[in-house]
Every structure is written in structure tokens, then in C-alpha cells.
Antibody, heavy 122, light 107 residues
Framework: EVQLLESGGGLVQPGGSLRLSCAASGFTFSNYAMSWVRQAPGKGLEWVSG????????YYADSMKGRFTISRDSSRSTLYLQMNSLRAEDTAVYYC???????????????WGQGTLVTVSS | DIQMTQSPSSLSASVGDRVTITCRAS??????VNWYQQKPGRAPKLLIY???TLQSGVPSRFSGSGSGTDFTLTISSLQPEDFATYYC?????????FGQGTKVESK
């Protein structure tokens, strides 16, 4: 059974930093790309960042470029998101997502963690 | 970035109703659309991928169609457990943008 367990959320002041972790199990971690998706309170879903299975390729939403860094440790089956220079508008539940690849190369977000809440406030 | 525009943003329906949600992409994305269901306090769940393929375990009352820029999610006969928010998403290129969501409420 695929399980994704996020941790590391909490309250941080504007301008501060936080590192989120996602412990994965139930699948061969290094074979799959992973993403982070966030959801501000009462709002919709926003893709944040993605990383290839090897870790060699990373992708970011424009508003996170230069502030957030995604990484992964295959020996620990763990995904990370380092968040710096945090702003109030980064307040959200952050979901760890496993990417699947269906036919014709269609990328799916097929498994989601339960999410971890990040609150940026003074 | 590719914009995904869903309509309506909310709708009221009764059990047994046929429900249709539409999603329009700002450029052609072939069939690279996924649909997700989210219930309050829960993570989203993949329903349909590649515009029309049902994810394993999803009831057959859900269906998807479309290609290019216009896509549709249909629930043929709404069940009590289907009251939720639905999101489309494009996987044509990064960033993998989502629609703003459609909340299906009880009439």
C-alpha cells in the first residue's frame, strides 16, 4: 500500500524558513517523480514543485523559484521541500504527491499524503 | 503558463441528478487532463486521467470527455458521497496547473 507521510509544518514568521519532509513507502521510490501541491485555506489547489525519479530534474512554479528547493533522498525514500523567505501568502496545507505515468505519457497525481499545514505569521 | 478555467464554480444538485462540469484550457493540450475529487479536510483523489480514462476503483457513474481545449466531467447519477469539490488539471507541461474547482452541493 502506497503511503506518503508529510511532516515539518508549523508556524513561522515572515522571512523565515521551514523544511518539509515526506516519507514514502509501498512503492519503489526512485522509480517515480514526485511533486508538492499546496492549498491555501478555503482556496484551490496550486502545484508548487516537482522532481524526477533520479532527482536530476526539478521544476518550480514561478512564484516559488529562488525561494523553494525540492530534493529527494532515495536511500531514505524521502522527499523534501526547503522553503526560504516565507511570506504570508505561502500559508497553506502542503501535500506530497506521487506522480504516475499513464498511457501516452500522461502524468497523473495518483497518490497524495494527508498534508502538513504551514502558517506564516508574525 | 496554461490556464485552466472551470465552470461553474459551484452548483446545487439532488441525489440522482446528472451533473456536468466543464474545464477549458487556454491552449490546446490534447487529452492531457486529469480530474480530482476533494472532500472537506481530505486530500484530493484522482478520478479520471487522460481526459476519459477512469482510475481503478472509481465508480462508473463518473466519466470524462474532451480533447484540445474543452473538457467535461460528468456524474451520471449523483450519489450522497459525491458531494465534494472537483478540480481539473493539465499535465501537458509544467507547471501542472489546476482549475479553480467546482463545489457540488446538496440542493
Amino acid at each position: 500500500e502506497v503511503q506518503l507521510l508529510e511532516s515539518g509544518g508549523g508556524l513561522v514568521q515572515p522571512g523565515g524558513s521551514l523544511r518539509l519532509s515526506c516519507a514514502a513507502s509501498g512503492f519503489t521510490f526512485s522509480n517515480y517523480a514526485m511533486s508538492w501541491v499546496r492549498q491555501a485555506p478555503g482556496k484551490g489547489l496550486e502545484w508548487v514543485s516537482g522532481i524526477s525519479g533520479s532527482g536530476g530534474s526539478t521544476y518550480y512554479a514561478d512564484s516559488m523559484k529562488g525561494r523553494f528547493t525540492i530534493s529527494r533522498d532515495s536511500s531514505r525514500s524521502t522527499l523534501y521541500l526547503q522553503m526560504n523567505s516565507l511570506r504570508a501568502e505561502d500559508t497553506a496545507v502542503y501535500y506530497c504527491v506521487k506522480e504516475g505515468v499513464a498511457g501516452f505519457g500522461v502524468v497523473t497525481f495518483d497518490y497524495w499524503g494527508q498534508g502538513t499545514l504551514v502558517t506564516v505569521s508574525s | 503558463d496554461i490556464q485552466m478555467t472551470q465552470s461553474p464554480s459551484s452548483l446545487s444538485a439532488s441525489v440522482g441528478d446528472r451533473v456536468t462540469i466543464t474545464c477549458r484550457a487556454s491552449q490546446s493540450i490534447s487529452s492531457y487532463v486529469n480530474w480530482y475529487q476533494q472532500k472537506p479536510g481530505r486530500a484530493p483523489k484522482l478520478l479520471i486521467y487522460a481526459a476519459s480514462t477512469l482510475q481503478s476503483g472509481v465508480p462508473s457513474r463518473f466519466s470524462g470527455s474532451g480533447s484540445g481545449t474543452d473538457f467535461t466531467l460528468t456524474i451520471s447519477s449523483l450519489q450522497p458521497e459525491d458531494f465534494a469539490t472537483y478540480y481539473c488539471q493539465q499535465s501537458f507541461r509544467t507547471p501542472h496547473t489546476f482549475g479553480q474547482g467546482t463545489k457540488v452541493e446538496s440542493k
